[in-house]
């Protein structure tokens, strides 16, 4: 005989649960959410709210990876309400990493309470709140402290700063591939050897396709004066001062210099929305400052 898999009754042949279990549990799950969803947002009330999620869980057939779960939703969702503008102030940085301390959502991740999907959410999460945390530091005058932990192989100037590393980039290069397309209107005769009748007949003409070339993969770093690459087989320092456009991508920014042959450059850094806020900052040229260390 089959048992409910909340309340562990016994059941009729091919059945999983009573109706009225899964309601009860349906209501609880939503109650969960809503109430650690709540807290997040409120930035309060953490003291008991593991007493008050215990209790929910216990009414409504939910277990304790199940309240995990709804602790690292809610803050994902605080997260999406804190960005939604793109701007992250100090108030909402101290609320969603605090919370996330509070109730170890790193340690839930590690010990597997959290289903694979929100698990694979989390990290996504936190580094664009982290650089969101970056460019408010930058919009205030100071150099935000970067997360790059690999070696700079640069030699930079004596008046610049370093702002943000990125590693595993791509650069790449607007190229032009060329095709000839047509061919000759009738029959060509031989009539000696390495001559041909005809040959104004032929009608190809070439066709241009433009294109991004891959150039060399390595690191993006970007200072206060300047945009560098540096890979196996490519190494450029890019002024500010000389790029005239800046186009956004998803995984990264293009730029054109200005020059008189000027093509664009890529750089996929894997962020493009972190990357264009930077670099559109950072090339205003506004002295930045250190910051004070507390």
Same mark, same amino acid.
């Given at each position: ?59 409504? !057939?939910?277990? @304790? +990876? ?7 939703? %809610?803050?994902?969702?605080? =997260?999406? #309400? /804190? ?87 791509? !650069?790449?290069? @607007? +190229? ?7 061919? %000759?209107?009738?029959?060509? =005769?031989? #009539? /000696? ?102």
């Amino acid at each position: 005989m089959a048992r409910c898999q909340y309340c562990g009754r016994s059941l009729g042949w091919f059945q999983q649960s009573h109706p009225e279990c899964e309601a009860v549990y349906n209501r609880a799950w939503y109650d969960l959410i809503r109430t650690a969803t709540d807290a997040v947002l409120a930035g309060q009330g953490w003291e008991t709210l593991s007493d008050r999620l215990a209790l929910i869980a216990d009414e409504g !057939y939910c277990t @304790d +990876a199940e309240i995990a779960e709804a602790l690292a939703l %809610s803050w994902l969702s605080g =997260v999406d #309400v /804190a960005l939604d503008d793109d701007v992250l102030t100090m108030e909402e940085v101290d609320r969603l990493g605090n919370f996330y301390q509070h109730f170890d959502l790193l340690g839930s991740i590690q010990g597997g309470q959290l289903q694979v999907e929100t698990a694979l959410r989390i990290g996504p999460a936190h580094k664009r709140m982290q650089h969101a945390l970056a460019l408010q530091i930058l919009l205030e005058g100071y150099v935000p402290p970067s997360d790059s932990a690999f070696p700079i192989p640069l030699n930079l100037t004596r008046t610049e700063m370093l702002v943000w590393g990125f590693d595993n980039c791509t !650069y790449y290069e @607007d +190229a032009v591939s060329r095709s000839y397309v047509g061919g %000759s209107a009738g029959v060509s =005769v031989r #009539v /000696a050897r390495g001559v041909y009748f005809r040959s104004s007949n032929f009608k190809g003409y070439p066709v241009e396709t433009a294109y991004l070339k891959h150039v060399d993969s390595g690191i993006v770093v970007l200072t206060t004066e300047h945009i560098y690459f540096a890979g196996p087989r490519k190494t450029l320092r890019v002024p500010y001062s000389k790029v005239v456009g800046y186009r956004p991508y998803s995984d990264g920014i293009g730029i054109w210099r200005d020059t008189a042959s000027a093509r664009q450059q890529v750089f996929a850094t894997g962020d493009g929305w972190f990357t264009y806020n930077l670099v559109s900052n950072l090339a205003k040229g506004v002295p930045l400052k250190q910051l004070p260390t507390t």
